[in-house]
């Protein structure tokens, strides 16, 4: 078992930056693939990045390619979602996700294929 906690969320003007932070705990963080999904109004869940066990390899929603970037540090036991030029449609609650196994690109864009979620944090974009 792991247990996520996502911090970093709040309110932003369009074309403003937001770093948010998942940080894990209860299982050893470097065995997880990681990945962000965002629910928005209304909407279903959906994928916005993953990352690998060691960080090589990085995947995005085409929504987010050029403006989000999804690291990790393995000594912190964190996950991070760098998110800039923000535009009003990105405002969704943004979740952290963990799973134990080896997936596919196309796996990792589901959220079926993950065990573990956090609480989820608010992003507020204004125009």
């Known amino acids: 078992q792991v247990q996520l906690v996502e911090s970093g969320g709040g309110s932003v003007q369009a074309g403003g930056s937001l770093r948010l932070s998942c940080a894990a705990s209860?299982?050893?963080?470097?065995?997880?693939?990681m990945g962000w999904f965002r629910q928005a109004p209304g909407k279903e869940r959906e994928f916005v990045a993953r990352?690998?066990?060691?960080?090589?390899?990085?995947n995005y929603a085409d929504s987010v390619k050029g403006r989000f970037t999804i690291s990790r540090d393995n000594a912190k036991n964190t996950v991070y979602l760098q998110m800039n030029s923000l535009k009003p449609e990105d405002t969704a609650v943004y979740y952290c996700?963990?799973?134990?196994?080896?997936?596919?690109?196309?796996?990792?864009?589901?959220?079926?294929?993950?065990?573990?979620w956090g609480q989820g944090t608010q992003v507020t974009v204004s125009s």
């Open positions: 990352i690998t066990l060691s960080g090589g390899s990085r």
């Open positions: 996700a963990a799973t134990e196994y080896a997936i596919t690109t196309p796996q990792a864009e589901n959220p079926r294929a993950y065990n573990y």
């Open positions: 209860g299982r050893t963080f470097s065995m997880y693939v």
